[in-house]
């Protein structure tokens, strides 16, 4: 059996299993699977996007589909070890509408992000990192409990308790979205830069400790 936290709370192994029986709302019934977070016990950055999509669905693990690509590679530019980091999202199942053999993703309601913020908030007791990165509004509505505009808070930390520090940005599927191939590569640019505010305070805890 895993080691307990270094920290506090419940290991992540144990939450994992847990959360892998979750009936908290009706979402459990059309996916394949819960999806729970990935990544280290020890992570100083917790990253939380919205839902998994068809392909973490089928996976069974966060962000390995196309918007989990363009993730990594942002991850990269900005000097942030994705191996590092603890990956989740704020619903843990998938969402969806069937047409003919395509699941076209649904976003979750305000209902199914509450059911599923125990799950959050055990994860972050778990963890206790350094930072939450909220991915997209879904992810802010999660971290923060309640509806969380992006622009207005993009690109600065703001406070959380216990000494923990919260960044808002997009999620990766919206730079996916963009049809407008300049607007796409701007907006990519704006991303990595948020991602770079995270790696800019993970050197300063480091230097701290």
Not at 84 to 107: C, E, I
Request: net charge positive; proline share 6%.
């Amino acid at each position: 059996m895993p080691t307990a936290s270094r920290r506090s709370g419940t290991s992540l192994e144990i939450l994992r299993e847990e959360a892998s029986n979750c009936r908290a709302c009706p979402l459990w019934k059309g996916a394949t699977q819960t999806v729970f977070g990935e990544g280290p016990q020890t992570a100083q950055i917790m990253l939380v996007g919205e839902q998994p999509g068809d392909k973490e669905d089928l996976a069974g693990k966060p962000f390995v589909g196309p918007a989990g690509l363009m993730l990594d590679r942002a991850l990269v530019e900005a000097g942030v070890d994705r191996n590092k980091v603890y990956v989740t999202n704020a619903v843990k199942h998938f969402k969806f509408v069937p047409r003919g053999k395509v699941r076209l993703h649904q976003k979750p309601s305000t209902s199914e992000i509450k059911a599923c913020r125990q799950w959050y908030e055990r994860e972050l007791a778990s963890l206790k990192p350094v930072l939450v990165v909220a991915m997209g509004a879904t992810a802010a509505q999660c971290v923060f409990g309640k509806i969380t505009p992006i622009n207005k808070n993009r690109g600065r930390l703001i406070d959380l308790e216990d000494e923990i520090k919260a960044l808002v940005t997009v999620h990766p599927s919206y730079l996916l979205r963009l049809p407008d191939a300049d607007a796409k590569a701007q907006e990519y640019k704006r991303f990595v830069d948020d991602l770079r505010i995270a790696a800019d305070l993970l050197r300063k805890s480091a230097r701290a400790a």
